[in-house]
């Protein structure tokens, strides 16, 4: 197994490469690198949640629209939880 | 990809006696389709209207310019999340131990970057090792 960035960073170059499918254009690759450098320049990192934190409680629906409650997962153990973008 | 790669950590991450679970914006139809595709052993949720990702600070908002270069590649998140603002959060993975306190947090406003599976696993090992042993 690879490792999972080796393979984030060979897919952003050749996204970037502007190859198919995506035929990026480098302007569009500029203004891509130019939003994540504004959104890390804003700070978000230092404000989110970190270690020795209280993790807020949650209850939400899973794909197949059942309750999933934080509570009754950590009766269990501990929980890895990962925030995901999307499919697209 | 990330998904994919959190799917290869799970059986160790359930011998460890945690779970994954993974919070995203969408809708529970296109949840629904991608942990189908994928065979995910773990829960997809859907944090409508971004409102837990808000609480760990992790939520921003599109700048006007990316909105219309997302909308070109055909990403269009106000159908995706039901809203028509177009916010994300920051990819973050975070360990919760069973009293609800973060333990490990990884946060990166650079998407093409994510925490290594492989790193957060260490991390849970050590967790669970100085819980059994203190």
């Known amino acids: ?88 | 990809m990330e998904l994919e790669a959190l799917k290869e950590i799970d059986p160790a991450v359930r011998e460890l006696g945690a779970r994954i679970v993974v919070l995203a914006p969408e809708l529970e139809r296109y949840t629904r389709a991608l942990h189908k595709k994928l065979g995910l052993p773990f829960d997809i949720l859907t944090d409508l209207h971004l409102k837990i990702a808000e609480q760990f600070g992790l939520v921003f908002t599109f700048p006007d310019y990316l909105r219309d270069l997302y909308k070109s590649f055909g990403s269009t998140l106000d159908r995706f999340h039901d809203e028509s603002e177009y916010r994300l959060p920051v990819p973050a993975r975070y360990i919760v131990d069973a009293s609800g306190e973060i333990r490990a947090a990884d946060v990166n406003a650079d998407y093409t970057i994510r925490p290594e599976p492989s790193e957060t696993l260490r991390l849970l090992k050590e967790l669970v090792r100085t819980e059994r042993d203190p």
């Open chain 1, 1 to 88: 197994m690879s490792n999972l960035n080796d393979r984030l960073q060979q897919f952003k170059k050749n996204f970037e490469s502007g190859a198919a499918p995506y035929n990026v254009t480098p302007e569009r690759v500029a203004m891509m690198h130019r939003a994540t450098a504004e959104l890390k320049a804003s700070g978000i990192e230092a404000r989110a949640l970190k270690i020795g934190d209280h993790a807020p409680d949650f209850a939400l629906l899973n794909q197949d629209q059942i309750e999933v409650r934080s509570r009754d997962l950590l009766r269990q153990g501990p929980m890895l939880v990962s925030f995901f973008r999307g499919h697209w």
